[in-house]
């Protein structure tokens, strides 16, 4: 299995000291990933629901320092060696679909192919209607579009595309990605849309979990990855290329947990145990947020797992 982990790209933690003093550890202590999140603004008033929460209540604060991913990203690309480096999730419509292939694609140049590209179709109304964006009903389309955009410029000489939103032909795409076809793609989400679209066109599903009332159990997870590679067949792709990459909560005790406890809590020992019944039900990669604003327990957190946890993972 591979682990990954957020560095939360706003609040207290959204510093270029604190981001980078991250970056780098999880480089040392041989993390695969690292993980950044995405928005542009955020409303003062919003009847939005966020799905990660049992309130619907978003964490961040409006006036909050929140960077951008991409940018983000570039800055620690330069600042680490060989972790990967993702947006959990990058909103498609936030962004012409040309500019962003671009950008993604500059991004895995410059980090000698280090780019995942974790996307999704956005969950906040007033975000989309602040930006000028296609109506928010319709994100679902465009961010399909958006996907096999995407593949047209990072995959063929001489790119050509005729959709509902956007249509190009004429025109040279360069440069490539220097990952080959592509970048993998993580769709993340955790409607039936949002599965089939990983089944579609994505190289992994990446739902988050352990977060009321978005739990994803192992057997509930299971059970939805397999619409997952239904879609995958349907699609005329071979199911067992498309992966599971589940995003959850981590938080290391010193002594067990009684019964009752969410899973990814608790001793090393428990928590090796619950990312093994993930394991078992198809996770191959876990990509785990540490939500504090602690720098010194993310730190110790990171620190433990690669050395408490991972080596008894097989």
Not at 267 to 277: C, E, H, M, N, T
């Amino acid at each position: 299995m591979q682990f990954g982990v957020v560095i939360h790209n706003r609040s207290a933690t959204g510093t270029r000291e604190i981001m980078v003093r991250l970056a780098q550890l999880a480089d040392r202590l041989g993390f695969h990933s690292v993980w950044v999140t995405d928005h542009i603004v955020l409303p003062t008033q919003s009847r939005s629901r966020y799905p990660y929460s049992a309130t619907g209540a978003f964490p961040a604060q409006p006036a909050e320092d929140y960077l951008e991913p991409l940018t983000v990203l570039s800055y620690l690309a330069a600042c680490t060696e060989r972790v990967g480096l993702g947006v959990s999730v990058m909103i498609l419509p936030h962004r012409n679909p040309i500019v962003a292939a671009k950008m993604l694609s500059t991004l895995d140049v410059l980090s000698g192919g280090r780019v995942i590209a974790g996307v999704g179709v956005g969950w906040l109304a007033e975000e989309f209607e602040a930006l000028g964006l296609p109506p928010f009903a319709e994100r679902g389309a465009y961010s399909d579009e958006c996907l096999r955009i995407f593949k047209e410029l990072w995959t063929k000489d001489d790119p050509v595309f005729e959709g509902r939103y956007h249509r190009f032909r004429h025109i040279k795409f360069a440069p490539k990605p220097l990952q080959q076809p592509h970048p993998p793609i993580w769709v993340g989400g955790q409607s039936r849309r949002a599965m089939r679209r990983a089944g579609e066109l994505g190289d992994a599903w990446h739902p988050i979990g352990q977060r009321p009332p978005a739990e994803l159990a192992p057997e509930e997870l299971s059970r939805c990855f397999q619409v997952v590679r239904e879609a995958a067949t349907r699609a005329g792709r071979d199911p067992q290329q498309v992966s599971v990459a589940f995003r959850a909560p981590l938080s290391l005790g010193q002594e067990p947990e009684p019964t009752g406890r969410r899973l990814l809590t608790g001793s090393p020992g428990q928590v090796v145990d619950d990312i093994k019944r993930y394991r078992d039900v198809g996770v191959q990669h876990m990509v785990f947020d540490v939500l504090t604003n602690d720098v010194a327990e993310i730190e110790g957190t990171m620190e433990r797992f690669a050395n408490e946890v991972r080596p008894h993972i097989a």
